[in-house]
C-alpha cells in the first residue's frame, strides 16, 4: 500500500517542487505547507484511488525480517515502473527522483526513524526504546581450539615480561621462577598445536624468546651449566636467526668462570658469525678478546686486538687499556704513542658554549634552558668525566716509567695535554704531580710546585692554595697555613677546603666562635661537606654547647653510616650528657664497626664499671688487653679485678707486664711481691722483695717488708734490713726536714718582698711534698708515726684524678689502697707519703677490699681522637 503510493504520486510531487531564486530570502520557506502531506485530500486523489481499487495496492505491506533495520524500510520496485520519490517541502528534489530520464533506486530512510511498517495507531519511536533493552552480546566460545591457544599465549607473554621486569628489581629469584614457568606454558602450547593439527604455525619467535630469557635468568643467579644449557639449545636449532650472537653471552660466562680459552674460543666463534655491516659489535668482541687476553698474561695478543680497534674505531678505553698492555711489557715508545692516541680520540660531543644563553633570543634561550639539564647533555657529560679519568690516569701511570725521573714524564705529559682538547687538565697534571712529591716524602718540592699556582687563574689558585695551607698545617706551621687558607679564599670563596682550612688554623688558636663560623660558611656553601660538619661538632663540644654538637654529630650519622669516629663522639657527648646507657649503646655500635679497637673496649668496659656491671666491665678490659697489652690502666683495673676475687696468681701476670712496660716504676714489682705473698708463696715474695731492694736501695715499703717477712721466716737477714730501714728512714726524715725549712725560707722571703725590702729575696730550695703531721698508731702491736705507716700497702693507684665529679661518691667509697705510690713521673726516693687503708692490720691477713672502680681510666681530650680536625686535602 505504502509502497504504492509513494510511485503513484511521485508526478503529483514533482509540481510542488520549489526552484530557487535568485535572491534566496534565508527564512523563507518555514511556512509553506506541501499538499502532498495532507491526509484530508486523499478521497479526492485519482491516483491513490486508482491504487486502492488494484490488486497491487491489496498487497500485504513488506516486513523485514529483523525489525527496526533498513530492509524493512526499502520499498520494492513494481510493475508500474521505476519509482519516483516525494519532494522535500524544501523544494529539493528527493533521493531516486528521475534525473535526465534514467532512474535510480532509492536509498533506505529507515535510519531517520521512519518505516512504511508501522501500522496506524501506532507511536511514532525512532529508536527503538519501547522494545526494550537490546540482547546481550553473544558469548565467545574458548572450547575451540584456537581460542585456546591465544589465551595460552598471552600467559607466555605475560610470564615473560613478569620474569624481565622481576629481574629489573633485583628480585633475581623470583625472575627465574617465572622463566621457567613461561618454559612451561611455551612446551603446552607447542603441543596443543600440534594436537589439533596446527605444527606449521608454531610460533618461532616466542620460543625464542622464552629460551632466551631463561638463560639470562639462569645467568643472572650464577648457575652457569644450566645457562649454558639453554644457549646451547638456541645455537643448535638452525630455524632461530642470529642464534651466533649467543656465543657473546656464553664467552661472558666462561669468563666468569675464568675458563679464559674456552671464552676466547667462543668470542671467535661469535666474531665468524657476524658480518661486517654490523661494525659496533664486531668491535666490542674484539675489545672482550683483549681484556681475556690481559687476564691470562698475554700482552703480546692484546695489544694487537686494541690496535686493530684503535685503527678501526678509538674509543677512550681501549686507548687506556693499550697503555696498560705497553706499560706492563715496558715499552716507553709506544706508551707515548698510545697516550698521544688517547688524548686525542674524538669524543663527539658538543661544545659548553652550546649552553650559553644570548641575551638576544629569548625563544632560543628557553630552548636551551630546557637541554642545559637534559639526560642527552648529562650522558655527555660524564663522557667527558670519564675520558679526564682515564688520561689523568694514564699520565700517573706511565710519568715515571717514560723517563729517567717521574718530574721530567709530569713535564712531557703536561706539555702533551696542553697542545690536546684537554687543555684544562694540564693545571690538574701539575697539582697531581706536587701531590706525588708529597708520597714520596719531598715535601719542599711539593710547596715549590704548588707555589708555581699563585699567578695562575682563580680556580688553580685557588687548589694550590689549599694544598699548600694543609701541608703547612700539618707542619704546625699556622702563620703560613693561615697565609696559603687566606689566599685561597681571596682567589675562590665558595672553595670549602679553603674554609675548612681557615677554620683549622682559627681552631687551633682557641678561637672557637670565630672557627665556627668558618664550618658554617663552608656548609653553607657545600651542604655535603662532612669535614666542615665534623670540625663545627667539635668545636660546639669546645664550647660546650653539647647539644649543638650532638645535632652535628647526628646529622654526619646520617651521612657517615659507619664512621667509627662519629659514633664515638656521639658516644662521648652522651656521657658527657651523663647518659651512660646511651653512651654504651654508641660504644657497641663503634665495636660493631672496628672491633679491634682497643681504646673502645677499654672505654666500654669503664663505663660498664661506673654502672655496676663489673662481669661485662672484665669482659671489655680483658678484650681491650688482648689487642693492645701495653696499656697501664688496663692492666692495672684487670690486675685489681682479679685481686678482689681472691685470684691473686692470675694477677701476677698483669703486674709482671706493667713491670716490663714501666721499670723504673717501683710500684709495680711491689704488686707482684705482694700478690706472691698473698697467695702463700713466701719465698718467692721474698726473692721479689730482695731483688726491688738491690733496684731500689731506698725504698722504705720495700725494706720494711723485708724486716717483716724475715722475721716472720726466722731468717738471719733480719737485722741487717732492720738497720737498712732506720737509716733510709732517718735520711728520709732530714729530707723532709730540708724541705720544711726551704718552703718557710721561701715564704718568709715572699713577705719581705711584700713588705718592700728590696734585695731579701729568699732563695729556696726546690719545693718537693711536705710532711703530713705525724700521729702515733699501731701496727702488729709496734708503735709507728701515721707518716711511716701510709707505706704499708703495697696495693697502690697510679694516683690520677679522673677530673669527673660524678665519680666523687664512688671514690670516697674506695679503699684508698691503690694510691700509696708515687705517679709515675715522680722517682721513687721523692715520693710523699700517701693515703693507705687504715684497715690493713696484718699481711696474712684478710683480704683487702678492692676498689669500687679500680683504676679508673682519666676520660681526657686525646684518648680516642677527639682533637682530630677534618684537614682537607684535594682528591688526586
Known amino acids: ?259 679464559y680459552p674456552k671464552a676466547i674460543k667462543f668470542y671467535r666463534m661469535a666474531l665468524d658469525q657476524i658480518s661486517n655491516a654490523h661494525k659496533e659489535m664486531r668491535i666490542k668482541i674484539m675489545q672482550n678478546i683483549g681484556v681475556v687476553f690481559v687476564r691470562m698474561g698475554q700482552y703480546s695478543d692484546a695489544i694487537t686486538s686494541f690496535e686493530h680497534i684503535m685503527s678501526e674505531s678509538p674509543n677512550i678505553k681501549t686507548g687506556f687499556n693499550l697503555i696498560l698492555c705497553y706499560y706492563a711489557i715496558g715499552d716507553r715508545d709506544r706508551m707515548k704513542k698510545a697516550f698521544q692516541k688517547l688524548i686525542s680520540v674524538p669524543l663527539g660531543i658538543d661544545d659548553e658554549d652550546k649552553y650559553i644563553p644570548s641575551n638576544d633570543d629569548t625563544s632560543s634561550n628557553m630552548i636551551i634552558e630546557a637541554i642545559k639539564n637534559d639526560k642527552l647533555h648529562q650522558m655527555e657529560r660524564d663522557l667527558k668525566v670519564l675520558a679526564e679519568k682515564y688520561i689523568m690516569t694514564a699520565a700517573k701511570l706511565i710519568a715515571p716509567a717514560i723517563e729517567n725521573s717521574f718530574a721530567s714524564g709530569f713535564d712531557w705529559c703536561v706539555d702533551m695535554v696542553k697542545s690536546s682538547q684537554y687543555v684544562e687538565l694540564a693545571n690538574d697534571l701539575e697539582i697531581n704531580k706536587a701531590i706525588t712529591y708529597l708520597r714520596q716524602k719531598d715535601f719542599n718540592q711539593a710547596v715549590e710546585t704548588l707555589k708555581t699556582f699563585e699567578k695562575k687563574d682563580s680556580r688553580v689558585k685557588s687548589a694550590a692554595a689549599t694544598n699548600l695551607s694543609f701541608l703547612y698545617f700539618l707542619e704546625k706551621d699556622y702563620d703560613q697555613a693561615d697565609r696559603y687558607a687566606d689566599l685561597a679564599m681571596n682567589a675562590d670563596r665558595y672553595n670549602p677546603a679553603a674554609l675548612i682550612n681557615k677554620g683549622n688554623t682559627v681552631f687551633v688558636k682557641q678561637d672557637y666562635e670565630k672557627a665556627a663560623e668558618f664550618y658554617k660558611e663552608a656548609l653553607r656553601n657545600d651542604s655535603s661537606c662532612t669535614e666542615a660538619l665534623y670540625n663545627l661538632g667539635l668545636t660546639y663540644k669546645k664550647l660546650n654547647r653539647l647539644e649543638e654538637a650532638l645535632d652535628c654529630f647526628l646529622k654526619l650519622h646520617a651521612i657517615l653510616r659507619n664512621s667509627a669516629q662519629v659514633m664515638y663522639q656521639l658516644a662521648n657527648l652522651y656521657e658527657l650528657l651523663e647518659e651512660p646507657q646511651q653512651a654504651i649503646e654508641w660504644l657497641m655500635q663503634v665495636i660493631s664497626v672496628t672491633p679491634t679497637d682497643p681504646q673502645a673496649l677499654a672505654k666500654l668496659g669503664e663505663l660498664h664499671d661506673g654502672e655496676g656491671d663489673k662481669s661485662q666491665a672484665f669482659q671489655h678490659y680483658y678484650e681491650s688487653f688482648r689487642y693492645f697489652p701495653s696499656n697501664i690502666d688496663v692492666i692495672e683495673w684487670l690486675g685489681a679485678y682479679y685481686i678482689e676475687t681472691q685470684f691473686c696468681e692470675k694477677a701476677i701476670q698483669y703486674f709482671e707486664r706493667a713491670t716490663l712496660i714501666q721499670p723504673t716504676q717501683v710500684k709495680w714489682q711491689l704488686m707482684v711481691a705482694s700478690c706472691y705473698r698473698r697467695s702463700g708463696n713466701y719465698q718467692k715474695a721474698l726473692e721479689t722483695y730482695k731483688d726491688i731492694h738491690r733496684k731500689f736501695p731506698e725504698n722504705v715499703e720495700c725494706l720494711r717488708f723485708l724486716v717483716r717477712l724475715c722475721t716472720d721466716m726466722g731468717l738471719k737477714e733480719v737485722q741487717e734490713y732492720a738497720t737498712k730501714l732506720k737509716k733510709v728512714e732517718k735520711m728520709k726524715e732530714m729530707r723532709e726536714q730540708r724541705v720544711k725549712s726551704g718552703r718557710e725560707g721561701s715564704a718568709r722571703g715572699r713577705r719581705e718582698g711584700r713588705e718592700g725590702s728590696a734585695g731579701s729575696a729568699g732563695v729556696s730550695t726546690p719545693v718537693l711534698n711536705s710532711p703530713k703531721k705525724a700521729s702515733i698508731m699501731e701496727v702488729d702491736g709496734k708503735a709507728v708515726s701515721q707518716t711511716e705507716s701510709k707505706q704499708l700497702s703495697p696495693l697502690l693507684d697510679s694516683g690520677r684524678d679522673s677530673g669527673h665529679s660524678s665519680n666523687s661518691t664512688k671514690g670516697e667509697r674506695l679503699s684508698a689502697k691503690m694510691r700509696s705510690l708515687p705517679g709515675s713521673n715522680e722517682p721513687y726516693e721523692a715520693s710523699s707519703p700517701k693515703e693507705i687503708d687504715a684497715s690493713y692490720v696484718d699481711p696474712l691477713g684478710p683480704q683487702m677490699e678492692r676498689p669500687k672502680t679500680g683504676a679508673k681510666k682519666r676520660v681526657e681530650d686525646d684518648d680516642f681522637a677527639d682533637e682530630e680536625l677534618g684537614d682537607d686535602l684535594l682528591p688526586e
Do not use: W
Request: some cysteine.
Open 1 to 259: 500500500m505504502s509502497i504504492s503510493l509513494h510511485h503513484l504520486t511521485g508526478e503529483r510531487e514533482m509540481e510542488n517542487v520549489h526552484l530557487a531564486v535568485e535572491e534566496e530570502d534565508l527564512y523563507s520557506g518555514y511556512n509553506d505547507y506541501n499538499p502532498t502531506f495532507d491526509s484530508e485530500e486523499l478521497e479526492n486523489d485519482v491516483g491513490f484511488q486508482q491504487a486502492v481499487r488494484t490488486s497491487h495496492g491489496r498487497r500485504p505491506p513488506m516486513t523485514a525480517k529483523f525489525p527496526g533495520t533498513a530492509i524493512g524500510a526499502r520499498p520494492l520496485a513494481s510493475s508500474f515502473g521505476s519509482r519516483i520519490p516525494m519532494a522535500s517541502s524544501m523544494g529539493r528534489p528527493m533521493t531516486g527522483a528521475v534525473q535526465d530520464g534514467a532512474a535510480r533506486p532509492m536509498t533506505a530512510v529507515r535510519a531517520a526513524g521512519y518505516t512504511s511498517s508501522l501500522t496506524r495507531g501506532s507511536n511514532f519511536d525512532p529508536l527503538g526504546q519501547s522494545k526494550g533493552p537490546a540482547p546481550p552480546l553473544e558469548a565467545k566460545n574458548e572450547d575451540t581450539p584456537e581460542e585456546k591457544i591465544k589465551i595460552l599465549e598471552k600467559k607466555v607473554n605475560d610470564l615473560i615480561e613478569e620474569s624481565c621486569m622481576a629481574q629489573s628489581m633485583g628480585a633475581l629469584q623470583l625472575a627465574l621462577e617465572k622463566a621457567k614457568e613461561a618454559g612451561r606454558k611455551e612446551r603446552a602450547l607447542v603441543r596443543q598445536r600440534e594436537q589439533s593439527g596446527n605444527a606449521d604455525h608454531i610460533n618461532l619467535d616466542l620460543t625464542y624468546s622464552v629460551l632466551l630469557n631463561l638463560a639470562n635468568q639462569y645467568a643472572n643467579n650464577e648457575m652457569y651449566p644450566e645457562a649454558l644449557n639453554s644457549y646451547q639449545v638456541i645455537v643448535k636449532n638452525k630455524m632461530f636467526s642470529n642464534a651466533g650472537r649467543m656465543k657473546v653471552n656464553m664467552a661472558n660466562i666462561y669468563v666468569k668462570q675464568k675458563n
